[in-house]
């Protein structure tokens, strides 16, 4: 019997694509890293040397034309995902996208469409819908553990750039999709949307702290910051249930993250204190009634089957998993594009309920 041939990745990007997407794909089972793209041709192909990959290359292109590629694992600035995306997509590659996915949801949405017209499977990195803690969080929703829901509140608040010393880069930029919105905001729309469905309104507002930041470029002179690092978001979701949340990535000793539920019937709060690690320490506490909360034993059958010092890497393997079961049975499943259309629509309205100061009204999916 022949053996299955794997399915070949090319990497593109090198930041967090090197840290987690090239590891989780030489883990899995059923693929292989087949090609890096590096904007330096040099860079790409020391890359491919260290980690034994057959093509290095600062040409997407040419990466897009190998045979040897079937998917392409996008994980540049958010400023270069929408043209990255169409050349792949165009090459009749399917691809796995970091979030956010793009600068605004209009490009989301052309990709998403690009994607179902050429047949290709379309994977958005959307990792809490991976984690044990948060896949027992949705058991427990779906079983109405708290019945109605009264308030939803979340807080994201980690020291991840509170020092003023660290460095300008395009994270600081708005315009290059820069800022804790994009970061962590990305996430939290997605895992609303999965756990308790869609938004009706929304009312934000966004703040920089830190309005300068050295650049290592120009010799450290300090350079304007123009993305938030903190937000304020105020949503009502179609159901009624109203939700607050706060997020910042300046807040020295921040209480980390957590999502707290309160029902008719009983309270869960999901949540982690780990300021480093946003994956690692999540646990689940829940309350029936006005009794104590107490945490509750993750199941083995949820479990990871294996952990790493990095606590991404897990769950990006899941993430994996999804995109080689979607290309085996072509079908597109969640998260897909589609899904991370949604979460970029609120992106968008969250940046537009700012500017006008005012609560907007969510428009229907497409």
Known sequence: ??????????????GFGKQIHLPAFQIHPSTEVTAIYHRNLDKARAIAQEYNIPYGSDNLEEICSLSDVDVVSISTPPFLHYEMGKIALENNKHILMEKPLNLNANETKKLDQLAQEKGKIAIADFEFRFIPAWQLLKEYLEQDYVGNIRLIKIDWLVPSRANPNRSWNWYSVKEKGGGALGAFGSHVFDYLHWLFGEVDTISAHLSCAIAQRPDPLSNNQLKPVTADDTCLITLELKTGTPVQI?????????????????????????????????????KLYASDGDKPLTEVEIPKRLAFPQVYTDG???????????????????????PSLKEGYYSQLLMDLTQESHQQKKQLKIKPLY
Do not use: C
């Open 1 to 14: 019997m022949n053996k299955k041939k794997k399915i070949g990745v090319a990497i593109v990007g090198t």
């Open 312 to 334: 991404r890497l897990a769950p990006f393997i899941r993430v994996v998993d999804q995109l080689v079961n979607s290309i085996d049975t072509n079908i597109n499943l969640q």
């Open 246 to 282: 706060n997020l910042s990535s300046v807040t020295y000793q921040g209480r980390g993250h957590w999502l707290e539920i309160y029902g008719e019937k009983g309270t869960l709060v999901l949540g982690s204190s780990n300021l480093k690690d946003y994956v690692h320490g999540f």
